[in-house]
């Protein structure tokens, strides 16, 4: 779903806290819904999640209507805008993957075409639990952003936790693979990978229309092998682990730790 900026959140061993604690699970196939799936599940991206606690989320929908978690009519209204039986849950089962559209299949032919699916295991590199596709945080740099010549409208579609404003050019992030950040007095964070991209950015996000450009443009600049026994992907941002959590505000230095 969509998210909302903040001015400052405290981070721990699952990443920013409220996010990606809530799951939308199908009823029938077992899956988690994902817009990395966009013909069945793009939808979502009409959705706003709020929230004022970790453990509590506002939807506003795409009509306006507003409705909180736990609420007795919410997965009625999630599953009517999806046209699935759907739950909106913070349990879903160990086993459960996320389906993820080919991105170049997707690009090929469209988001409404039927793609190659490969079904992915949540939370990677999470502790156990975690909702995140791979790792508890998402960072992104000003530089990538401004190589993709995208900076001013795509922080959105990229949906990091971080966007790390930086003087340096290119796609930087490709270089902290491996090394250790700290960001204001308290976090640190281990950069664990270059962050491969799906169909999600290219997708509409709330009022903003359709960009396949947004992974054009990395497809063509920034395709790289992010991890071991994976290709070349189409690469922006990058993943991190919480060594040390702790708040962060926008204006924290960021810097090696």
Known sequence: MLGEAMSDATVDGRGVAGDRRLAVLDHDTGRVGSAKRPRRWSALLGVRATGDAPDRARLT???????????????AALSRLLGRDVTLTDAVPADALLDRA????????GVDADVPVTGNPLGGVAPPGSLVDFAPVHLVTTASLDALDLLREAVPRYRPNLVVATEARGFVENDWVGRELRIGPEVVLRVLAPTPRCAVPTLAHGPLPRAPQALRQPARRNRVVPLPGLGPQPCVGAYAVVLRGGRVAVGDRVEPA
């Open 102 to 109: 080919d991105p170049d299949a997707v690009l090929a032919e």
């Open 61 to 75: 929908f795409p009509d306006g209507t507003v409705l909180d978690h736990p609420d007795a009519g919410l997965d």
